[in-house]
């Protein structure tokens, strides 16, 4: 990706972060999964990072923006059903990482920013027995992703 002439490293096209920020939870050919590590106020907060860079989701052609959206829609329900949050937050902003990636943010009532957005301003205090409880069930929601993902992978 260059910017004004200089090489601008994409924290989105990198396959590690440094330090670790994520855990890659699923990926195919076009694009991974990611659950988020450094948002401890919102442990079920997942991405979906197109692999190749581009920056607008115009940007891909009809067949991988259909996959891209399934995919999207697969971690959504994932969510859904295992968790039963209030509502799931979806957002592509990338004004920050011009890279194509959705965030998929499971939200509950008692979250520390809710009904604002994650990145809102704090209505509360988190609640850490409610805190355990979302930690402890993500391995399970990140193998029901992973099979989700598996699902898709004719798509």
Not at 126 to 143: I, K, R, T, Y
């Amino acid at each position: 990706m260059k910017q004004g002439g200089d090489a601008v490293r994409c924290e989105l096209c990198v396959a590690e972060p440094t330090p670790a920020a994520w855990l890659l939870v699923a990926q195919d050919a076009r694009l991974r999964v990611i659950r988020v590590l450094d948002a401890p106020e919102f442990p079920a907060f997942y991405r979906v990072i197109w692999t190749a860079h581009v920056a607008e989701f115009s940007d891909l052609g009809e067949a991988d923006r259909q996959h891209c959206m399934a995919v999207v829609v697969a971690v959504e329900r994932v969510l859904r059903e295992a968790l039963q949050p209030t509502k799931i937050n979806l957002a592509t902003l990338g004004n920050v990482v011009p890279h194509l990636h959705w965030h998929v943010i499971a939200r509950f009532d008692w979250d520390s920013h809710f009904p604002q957005p994650v990145w809102g301003q704090r209505q509360r205090a988190s609640s850490v027995q409610d805190l355990a409880w979302l930690n402890a069930g993500l391995a399970n929601v990140d193998e029901r992703l992973r099979i989700a993902m598996d699902a898709l992978a004719s798509f």
